[in-house]
């Protein structure tokens, strides 16, 4: 049994990656939260790259981001790696949560992406 929250997520980020694998026609997009921030990234495992990113750290979503709650900022990152992804050609992909719970910015990136066009 898990003693820390933290060695909890770790062991659903180990069961949830043992079964989810991102291909060139459907990479996987992966979430990292933080206590200020909240990251995406769009991963070809076969090729073991990073297709693209994005985060609330980027000089292109930052100014829609001032004065918003960290929900509303997750939404802002979701449409914007959804707009990335339609870009580069990129319409279908395969969610991984990475051990978080599917709640809150979690799931409001999630469903973000979704409104956006990416299909999951």
């Known amino acids: 049994m898990a003693k820390t ?9 180990l069961s949830i990656r043992a079964k989810v694998h991102g291909t060139s026609e459907r990479p996987r997009l992966t979430v990292f939260r933080s206590a200020k921030h909240i990251y995406a990234q769009v991963v070809d495992d076969a090729q073991r790259k990073t297709l ?15 004065g918003k709650k960290k929900k509303d900022r997750a939404v802002e990152v979701g449409t ?13 992909v ?17 469903d973000a992406a979704r409104k956006a066009g990416l299909k999951f």
Do not use: M, W
């Open 94 to 110: 395969v969610f991984d949560r990475n051990g978080y719970i599917y709640h809150g910015r979690v799931s409001a990136l999630a």
């Open 52 to 66: 693209l990113a994005a985060s609330t750290l980027d000089e292109a979503i930052k100014p829609a981001l001032a």
């Open 80 to 92: 914007a790696i959804a707009q990335k992804c339609k870009q580069i050609g990129i319409e279908k």
């Open 5 to 13: 929250k933290q060695e909890a997520r770790r062991k659903r980020k």
